[in-house]
């Protein structure tokens, strides 16, 4: 069965640092990644999308993808207490299904 | 553009009655899905429609849980009856093309079932 696999967390970072938030999958298949935060009684919002290996930066955020290792990570640089969130993992496993993790619970203490 | 749009936000009913939602995704997205969030698990890919047509609905309980998409538009989810665990967050999502480029999420429904 195809999976995605995220740390449940919480992950705790101070204010200002680097969080890094990681995920595995199974399907070798799988064309491209995403990140997707989710405020607390929100719905999910796209935030990264990677498609290649390497690293794809907009903003604060840099997502990297190493598709040998079979590994998609987030970095949040400079966290602010707005980015506490759940963020989920996913990949497109082409034949139009995508596979969400379990996501993250990501703190970012003041 | 605008969002994709659910109704209602939020939705209480007893076990075994039946209860509907309503999504209406962005405009030219062919793709549709139907995901069920449990509190603290991702979520859970119900019914995925391209166009008018299923494409996935193998999670799909469908003893209990039936969907459409009417001219390749607007899609309601139904359940019937209803049981305490169908209780969750029912979000829409939508495409431009199979999802390759990631999904726009409705603001979804959450259904109590008491």
């Known amino acids: 069965q195809k999976e995605v696999e995220q740390n449940s967390g919480p992950l705790s970072v101070p204010e200002g640092a680097i969080a890094s938030l990681n995920c595995t999958y199974s399907d070798r298949g799988s064309q491209s990644f995403f990140w997707y935060r989710q405020y607390s009684g929100k719905s999910p919002e796209l935030i990264m999308s990677i498609y290649s290996n390497g690293d794809k930066e907009d903003g604060r955020f840099t997502a990297q993808l190493n598709k040998a290792s079979q590994y998609v990570s987030l970095l949040i640089r400079d966290s602010q207490p707005s980015d506490s969130a759940t963020y989920l993992c996913?990949?497109?496993?082409?034949?139009?299904?995508?596979?969400f993790g379990a996501g993250t619970r990501l703190f970012v203490k003041a | 553009e605008a969002g994709v749009a659910q109704s209602p936000r939020y939705k209480i009913i007893e076990k075994r009655q039946s209860v509907a939602f309503w999504c209406n995704p962005i405009?030219?997205?062919?793709?549709l899905y139907w995901y069920q969030q449990i509190l603290g698990q991702g979520p859970k890919l119900l019914i995925q429609?391209?166009?008018?047509?299923?494409?996935?609905d193998s999670q799909l309980p469908k003893d209990r849980f039936s969907a459409e998409r009417l001219k390749g538009v607007d899609s309601t989810l139904k359940i019937q009856p209803a049981k305490l665990e169908d209780s969750a967050v029912y979000l829409c999502?939508?495409?431009?093309?199979?999802?390759?480029?990631?999904?726009?999420f409705g603001s979804g429904t959450r259904l109590t079932v008491v």
């Open positions: 405009s030219g997205h062919a793709t």
């Open positions: 996913a990949g497109y496993t082409g034949g139009f299904k995508t596979i």
């Open positions: 429609f391209q166009n008018n047509g299923v494409v996935d």
């Open positions: 999502a939508s495409s431009f093309i199979s999802g390759v480029d990631g999904y726009t």
